[in-house]
């Protein structure tokens, strides 16, 4: 036992001693004593950053650089810095040395620019944020950091700027390609010209630029901000300008990085995945490109047109004039007429500052004195009060004054800055009368439209009524719709005479077996259970109407059957089954990544939002549940059993649960409580949905074990500023931090304990197909209630139990 104990550490030992030459510098420093060869590494003291020699991709070059330490594989795919990346060593026999003055060299060559003062005791340290130091040994001051060189990118606690006491600027600049770290093409750097901003570069051509800490859009820092307490800060005073964010103090590792194609990203690191996701990439459209509409012209990727001129402008190039999608620009309508004093300002709104680099910023002005210094000056084309500036001699208050023409003009659905352009008097009269005349234009259409309404709609609906007994033999119908009434032994046949095996589920009114018609056509055939008590007539009524709701997230109701006591509906067949087989069941995982989610998510909130607004009645599902959305073979969602709760539903399964139709675990707490039951209740079980899909949990209601409560969860988290620890890590790598975070956030808000808090699904709709739309904060969700109820089918779990299992896809045999 001894000695083989022995033999054990003696092995290990030995090992070590034979791997010494790749051993690692614990607690990243390095001593003049001590040189970092090629192939060893300096390793931070959490060993969240590493410092060594690497080669990028299939480069043979070696260079010295910093890379993430957490990532598996090839850590060299995320270099965060590199040392003289200019001159790089041909051969691997490279070593990094601390000289006895604090200087660094890399075989005898001195890395530049190094520190001017020399050190008597110097250590070179790599410290857990990936800054590389070098100091006396005995203080705790820099003499020299890496994070004052950025290569191509920007960690937490780095500045981007400038010291204004030593001109030390700090820019980006982008590498030569993926294996060349070479300085590129591309510099990000920061504008101190006019009121400071942030552009990017090609050469001497500006591509692109932004005002960072005032461009939500830019920088996603609002949401950031709220998830995850990072700050996102701008500085300015006499001694320094810099922009710079800080994530110490929370979990995320975040690197801001200018790629060799001059795109700005933001990628932040998932534990989950072990990935790196990007959640910025700017320029995301073609509106954020320099300039893109020229002079005076104003650009909104929301317009079919793009560019289009500031009012009392018109295009400088007349061919352009129908879609003025080029960059040569507006001029007046009418010239400006200064000497008269007879120009105004017209009010618009954008959404970032025109190009500022050529402004003139006046600190401590109110917004009145700002438009009087740019009335009096006839150069003045424009002008904006800008409120947050602090700007190099101190301040808040800022006025900007343009003196040339206004470039760079953004609009988006959500504008936050107000500009006043200059104005000949002509112009701006043209323009409220244009405005004026808009508006009536608008009533008079509306009125139009309110009386041909109340024409049409009696005639559409006698129209429709006479139409009721519409009854048609076959199925086939090519693509056009028609209800048909099948024959009890068409149907028999095609689900082998309701075999066992062709069961595809139990749904909420009963059993639905797969079918195939004799053509070939597959159906699902759902078989009513039996107690239902409704005449002939008003089932083919109710059938009738469900069959009119049509939409491509709505099965689709193809026929039906009556035979004595049996009642059949016949729907269109969904090969992908349904949705909660995906999330939680057999499937689990298959073809869900985020982007087909996101789709099922939208998909969802549409059908719905038919059910509730667009289709002429106004449908409430009642039971929309995981089970209940089905997949077609693109995986386009939609949404079955929508309809029946009104007619089919009540008798049968009110006796079962007492009060209510619905799941558990999907049922809006006033209706479980009081069996009040509203569109709002809809939308709860959307949000559930939405958090389910998400996270690819199910939302369970177990007394005994509140925390398998997703909804909880979700909230908690929300809270914690962890939110994206509720992703399904099947989700994979490609999805938008900030699309996920609104989703969540849009989930949490659908499922508020108030009714009336919760959104419309319209606005739901607005919320997910539009990323500019603001977001409320969620209050909690409403589940306090249900786990402090006595309501009876609560109380018992194995019945929840059930209650939440009981879908389509766990009884089938697929
Ligand atoms: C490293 O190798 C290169 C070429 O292989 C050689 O020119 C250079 O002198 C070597 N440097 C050191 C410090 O050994
Ligand atoms: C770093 O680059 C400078 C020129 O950019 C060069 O003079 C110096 O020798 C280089 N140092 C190393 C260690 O390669
Ligand atoms: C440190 O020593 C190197 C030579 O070993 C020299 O080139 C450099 O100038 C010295 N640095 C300072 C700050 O004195
Ligand atoms: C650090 O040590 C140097 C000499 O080794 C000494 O001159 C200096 O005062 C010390 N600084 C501090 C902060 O102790
Ligand atoms: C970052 O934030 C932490 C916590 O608020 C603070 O202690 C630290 O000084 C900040 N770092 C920088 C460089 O501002
Ligand atoms: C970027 O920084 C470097 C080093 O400070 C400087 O030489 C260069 O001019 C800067 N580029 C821009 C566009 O500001
Ligand atoms: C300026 O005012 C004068 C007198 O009011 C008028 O005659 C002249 O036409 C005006 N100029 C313009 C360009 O409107
Ligand atoms: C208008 O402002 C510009 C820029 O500050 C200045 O050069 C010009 O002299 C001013 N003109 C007048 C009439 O004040
Ligand atoms: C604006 O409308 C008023 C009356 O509606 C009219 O007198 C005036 O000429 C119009 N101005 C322009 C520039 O069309």
């Known amino acids: 036992m001894i000695i083989s104990k022995v033999m054990a550490q003696l092995l290990t030992g030995l090992v070590f001693l034979s791997d010494i030459s790749r051993y690692s510098i614990a607690a990243g420093t390095l001593s003049p004593i001590q040189p970092l060869r090629d192939g060893q590494t300096l390793v931070s003291a959490k060993e969240t950053f590493a410092l060594g020699f690497f080669s990028p991709g299939r480069s043979k070059n070696r260079y010295v650089g910093i890379w993430y330490n957490k990532q598996p594989g090839d850590q060299t795919t995320t270099v965060v810095w590199v040392a003289n990346r200019s001159s790089p060593l041909s051969s691997t026999n490279g070593s990094l040395e601390l000289n006895g003055n604090g200087t660094l060299t890399i075989n005898s060559m001195i890395f530049l620019p190094m520190p001017m003062v020399a050190l008597t005791n110097p250590v070179a340290q790599l410290l857990d944020d990936g800054n590389f130091v070098i100091r006396e040994a005995n203080s705790s001051e820099f003499a020299w950091q890496s994070f004052d060189y950025p290569t191509d990118t920007l960690l937490s606690g780095m500045k981007l700027g400038w010291d204004l006491r030593t001109g030390l600027n700090r820019n980006l600049t982008s590498w030569r390609s993926k294996e060349d770290p070479s300085p590129g093409s591309y510099v990000l750097s920061f504008d101190l010209e006019g009121l400071p901003q942030i552009t990017v570069w090609s050469g001497s051509t500006k591509k692109y630029r932004s005002r960072l800490w005032a461009d939500v859009k830019f920088d996603d820092r609002q949401d950031m901000r709220r998830r995850y307490g990072l700050r996102f800060s701008f500085h300015n005073n006499k001694d320094e300008v810099y922009y710079m964010y800080n994530t110490t103090g929370t979990e995320l590792v975040i690197r801001v990085i200018l790629d ?18 990007i959640f910025l990439n700017y320029p995301m459209n073609k509106c954020q490109e320099y300039s893109r509409c020229g002079p005076f012209g104003v650009c909104n990727i929301n317009d079919w047109a793009i560019c289009r ?14 879609l003025m999608d080029a960059s040569s620009g507006c001029d007046r309508l009418t010239a400006l007429d200064c000497k008269n004093r007879s120009d105004g300002f017209m009010t618009v709104t954008l959404a970032a ?44 208050l800022g006025c900007v004054i343009w003196v040339t023409e206004l470039i760079d003009l953004r609009m988006s659905p959500h504008p936050t800055e107000n500009v006043f352009v200059r104005l000949a008097a002509a112009d701006l009269a043209s323009i409220s009368n244009k405005s004026s005349k808009k508006s009536q234009t608008k009533s008079v259409v509306l009125i139009i439209i309110l009386s041909m309404a109340a024409l049409i709609i009696p005639l559409i609906y006698f129209y429709s009524w006479g139409k009721k007994k519409m009854i048609h033999k076959d199925i086939r119908g090519n ?6 009434q099948l024959q009890w032994s068409t149907l028999m046949v095609a689900t082998h005479n309701f075999a066992t095996t062709s069961i595809l589920g139990k749904g909420g009114f009963g059993l639905v077996y797969k079918g195939k018609l004799a053509e070939g056509h597959e159906i699902a055939v759902k078989r009513l259970s039996r107690k239902s008590t409704q005449g002939i007539d008003e089932f083919e009524n109710e059938v009738t109407f469900i069959a009119k709701l049509q939409h491509r997230n709505l099965v689709r109701l193809l026929g039906y059957c009556i035979k004595g006591d ?34 099922i998510i939208e998909g969802i909130a549409r059908g719905l939002l038919y059910l509730h607004q667009d289709s002429r009645l106004r449908i409430i599902h009642r039971d929309l549940k995981a089970s209940n959305i089905l997949l077609d073979i693109e995986m386009n969602p939609k949404i079955s059993d929508f309809g029946l709760a009104r007619n089919f539903g009540d008798c049968e399964t009110m006796i079962k649960t007492r009060k209510v139709v619905g799941t ?15 569109m709002k209740s809809d939308v709860f079980s959307f949000g559930v949905l939405i958090l389910e899909i998400i ?46 975070m609104r989703c969540i956030n849009i989930g949490l808000l659908c499922v508020q304990e108030k009714p009336e808090d919760r959104p419309s699904i319209a606005s739901v709709v607005v919320m997910l197909s539009n990323d500019d739309a603001p977001l409320p904060e969620p209050k909690e969700p409403g589940f306090k209630a249900i786990f402090s109820t006595k309501h009876d089918a609560v109380s018992n779990q194995n019945d929840l139990h059930t209650f939440n299992d009981i879908t389509l896809t766990e009884q089938t045999g697929r």
């Not at 059949?568 to 990544?593: Q, R, T």
């Open 260 to 277: 060799q194609s001059g795109m700005f990203k933001k990628f932040v690191w998932i534990e989950s995945t072990s990935m790196w996701n």
């Open 309 to 322: 001129c500031l009012q009392g402008f018109k295009p400088k190039s007349p061919q352009e004039r129908p």
């Open 353 to 396: 500052l025109p190009e500022t680099s050529n402004a003139i910023v006046y600190t401590n002005i109110n917004q009145d004195e700002c438009r009087a210094r740019c009335f009096k000056n006839c150069s003045c084309t424009a002008y904006a009060a800008v409120n947050n500036i602090r700007n190099i001699n101190g301040g808040g």
């Open 479 to 484: 693509g056009e719709f028609e209800l048909a």
């Open 566 to 599: 049996e009642k059949i509906l016949v729907y269109e067949y969904m090969p992908n089954g349904s949705l909660d087989a995906f999330l939680f069941g057999k499937e689990k995982g298959d073809h869900l990544d985020w982007q087909t989610r996101f789709h």
């Open 664 to 678: 558990y675990g999907y049922m809006a707490p006033e209706y479980t409580l009081d069996g009040v039951f509203s």
């Open 695 to 740: 996270s690819g949990q199910r939302n369970r209601i177990l007394l005994s074990n509140p925390h398998l409560y997703l909804l909880g969860k979700a909230w908690s988290l929300w809270n914690e500023g962890k939110v994206l620890d509720l992703l399904d890590p099947l989700i994979g790598n490609s999805f938008s931090v900030t699309r996920v």
